[in-house]
């Protein structure tokens, strides 16, 4: 799955390792990776991919964890 696109495979499972390939991956986007991850999931919403968008709040919120981790 390319990072650039925004619809996610009604075929793609939400796994650890999907979505730690995607927190990863949206690190080159700093403390806004989370922004990032939010406005793909709103993207996806509003065009229809409900589980485009399911899976980007799954994203988001690891980052989420992820970043909380740090601050501890």
Avoid: C, H
């Avoid at 080159?28 to 991919?49: F, K, N, P, Q």
């Avoid at 919120?61 to 740090?70: G, I, L």
């Amino acid at each position: 799955m390319a990072m650039t696109a925004n619809r996610v495979s009604s075929t793609e499972t939400t796994t650890p390792a999907n979505l730690e390939s995607f927190v990863r991956a949206l690190q080159v986007y700093g403390d806004l990776a989370g922004s990032e991850a939010i406005t793909r999931a709103l993207v996806a919403e509003r065009t229809g991919d409900r589980a485009g968008a399911i899976f980007w709040l799954d994203v988001f919120s690891e980052v989420v964890r992820d970043q909380a981790k740090q601050t501890i």
